[in-house]
Structures are given as structure tokens and as C-alpha cells.
């Protein structure tokens, strides 16, 4: 069984491919790049990282945590919504499951817009809901689709794409497979024989509930996927 566990890989295989379209020699900015993940996308690009480089890998010990947190290699350390770049100086920027921890992500799509050349694409993803990780810098739980069709438009963009990753039964079985983890934990007792063969069985139910799913995204998902075009 694989539902509840595509979350990462979908939004990688996303990234790829709309990365791969951005036209060779395109100067693009990784904003809130942190250990510059997708760097390895954006070969054919000129890329530029930026990250506040505050994050350490534990934070406040508080949630979810990596442990280690390397951003020694960042081109540009600074607050996401005052990059010191000239105004129209990229032709694309990415910001990868950034927006919810930021204290004012409306201001970072601002500053987005205003270092966006016209037509220049801006690439999203964040989360639709997530737990406390890498808090202290942990601001919103995460983004529905009403989010973007609302606020990219206010802040000079055309929404050219919008998608759902996951579905509500998807969301489920990832948050079921985490119960042994947080259990662990969080207290002092985990699920017995029974209990974990109970936990087969709700994931076997939840995967065939997301094969037959038709729109149940629009409850919940893993987040959404945003492509959007700076106004001319």
C-alpha cells in the first residue's frame, strides 16, 4: 500500500517538471531556499539562493525537526520580503513550502512581483495543512486554493495553474502511518498487535477510497501546487 505516502515525491516530480520548462539561461531566484533542494532542477539556469538562514535544525525542539540544517553555501542571506536585488531582475522564482513560516507571507508575494520581470513566473507550493515543524518559524498551519485565487491576483500575478496534491483520504493515511512515531513520542503508549493490525486495515479501506475519489481535495489535501505569471 502507498497512500499516504506520495506527499513529497508528487511535489518533487511537479517541481521538475514545470523547472524544466523555464527556458535555458532564465536567472531564477530560490527564495527561502534552505539546503537548496532543487538546485539539481535548475542546471539550464542561472540560480540565485536566498534563505534568512536562522533555522538551525532544531529550533525550539518544539514539533517536527531535522536535526541538522546546512545553509552555508546561500548566495543571499537576508528577510524574504527585502531582497536586496534589483526591481524585474529574475525571470522566475520558486518558494517551496516556504509560506508558512512566514510571519507576512503577503508581503513575500509582493516582493516576488516587484523582483519579477513582466511575464516572469512565479512557482508556489505550500502545504493545504501540516503539523508544527521547524518551529519557532512555524506560522500557518498551511493554504487552501481560495488563498491563492485571491491573493496572487491582488499581488500582480495571473494564476496559470493551480493543483491539488492528494486528497482527503490521502491526508488521512499519512497522518494514520504517523501514529507509532508521535505515540513514541508523545506518550507512553503505543498501539498494541491489534491496534497496528486495525491500522492495516483503515489504510487498506483509505486507499481504495482514494482510487475511487472525485474531488475531495477541495476538504483537504497535502497542499496545493501554484504556477503564476507576473502582469505585464
Not at 508528487?10 to 527556458?23: D, G, M, Q, S
Not at 540565485?48 to 543571499?76: E, P
Request: with cysteine; net charge negative.
Amino acid at each position: 500500500m502507498k497512500v499516504g505516502t506520495t506527499n513529497e515525491s508528487t511535489r518533487v516530480r511537479w517541481l521538475e517538471e514545470v523547472l524544466a520548462k523555464v527556458p535555458a539561461g532564465a536567472r531564477i531566484l530560490d527564495a527561502g531556499a534552505g539546503e537548496q533542494q532543487f538546485r539539481k532542477f535548475c542546471s539550464h539556469l542561472v540560480y540565485v539562493s536566498q534563505d534568512f538562514a536562522r533555522y538551525d535544525g532544531r529550533g525550539d525542539q518544539a514539533g517536527l525537526h531535522t536535526g541538522t540544517w546546512d545553509q552555508s553555501l546561500l548566495d543571499i542571506v537576508c528577510d524574504i520580503t527585502a531582497i536586496p536585488q534589483p526591481d524585474a531582475s529574475f525571470d522566475a522564482i520558486m518558494c517551496t513550502e516556504v509560506l508558512e513560516h512566514l510571519p507576512d507571507p503577503l508581503a513575500a508575494l509582493h516582493e516576488f512581483a516587484r523582483l519579477l520581470r513582466p511575464s516572469g513566473h512565479l512557482i508556489l507550493t505550500a502545504p493545504f495543512c501540516s503539523l508544527t515543524h521547524f518551529a519557532p518559524f512555524h506560522f500557518a498551519t498551511g493554504f487552501n486554493r481560495y488563498f491563492y485565487e485571491r491573493h496572487l491576483p491582488d499581488c500582480g500575478f495571473n494564476l496559470v495553474e493551480l493543483v491539488a496534491n492528494g486528497n482527503f483520504f490521502e491526508y488521512l493515511a499519512q497522518e494514520v502511518r504517523r501514529i507509532p512515531t508521535v505515540a513514541a513520542r508523545y506518550t507512553d503508549d503505543q498501539p498494541g498487535r491489534l491496534e497496528r493490525q486495525g491500522m492495516k486495515w483503515v489504510l487498506q479501506m483509505l486507499e481504495r477510497q482514494s482510487r475511487k475519489d472525485f474531488g475531495s481535495d477541495e476538504l483537504l489535501c497535502f497542499g496545493y501546487h501554484a504556477l503564476a505569471q507576473r502582469k505585464g
